[in-house]
């Protein structure tokens, strides 16, 4: 029996942390990807892979008509992840994801996978679930949920399958932890008490690409089995790196240090973690139900837990920076 053709996909933010695993799960499942990047530097991880490459940009809506031409799907992963205000965010996150959206149902594209996050919900002490609402407090987590309400209208108007995963910390082969705890000290905005859902890079990526493999319709947030304290976090990553020291600061300083680096910033090259919106987002209790789209699609996470997870990234060696949110 003949081999079933591969569908040709679209991922955006390819050579950023999930995209770039993204990109690597297809290339070598014989997919062939079309990966969108904005600019190709001397180091270019994804122009190794088995893949097709397009340089586009969010923001520039015209060039987005041929990075779509073609492809049967989109993995949409391309935005500015960082923890500011809303205008700041809008002309990536929003209005970047709708011309890319308005490019696809142009082109014919049937499939279209968005990456959420959990900081649309505000924080809870139960586990979230498929009814738990959201009710964003940070401007990141408010336009990611306009951003899934505009795209999810679009495409139900022109009949494309439409999933939004609201993804958890991911972590893995290119995680911010992972580099800092290497550099000799990580600092945590808070005392890592709160309970967080985490979730293996690999993971990540395999959910994502099994939703656009199986025209996937539905907005649920997801992660690994097990919840764990961002303490447990990096004790955990800690073990590999013995002689790095953990620096928990008190909420409250944290937030007086982000807000006192605010003025500095528009000096820096590139957006930061370092704001008060990130210093609350890692003070959030964030539990998901461990059983969320895993059964929908029919998988089950290869990292159950960070125990797991987290050896299995020590030992991959890769070091970089990406915190999904």
Known sequence: ????????????????????????????????????????????????????LVQADLREHQSLQDAVKGVDGIIHLGARATFESYATLKPSILEGSLALMQAGIEAGVRRFIYSSSLLVYSGSNSAVNADTPARPVLDYGRIKLDTEKRLANMAAAAGVAFAALRLPHVYGIRDLYFRQLQAGSIILPGLGRNIYTHLHVADAASALIACAEQGYTGILPFGDRRPATWASFLAVAQKSYPQARVILLPQWVALVATVLLAPFRRFRTYAGLETPGAVRSYNFNLAVDPHLLWQDLGL??????????????????????????
């Not at 029996?1 to 297809?26: D, P, W």
């Not at 070598?28 to 190709?40: D, E, S, V």
């Open 1 to 52: 029996m003949a081999a079933a053709k591969k569908i040709k996909l679209l991922v955006t933010g390819a050579s950023g942390f999930i995209g770039y695993e993204v990109s690597r799960q297809l290339s070598i499942g014989g997919y062939r990807p079309r990966l969108m990047f904005r600019y190709q530097g001397d180091d270019c991880d994804i122009c190794k892979l088995d893949a097709d």
């Open 300 to 325: 089950a996470p290869r990292f159950p837990t960070i125990y797991e997870g987290i050896p299995a990234a020590v030992a991959a060696g890769g070091l970089g920076s990406g915190l999904a949110m």
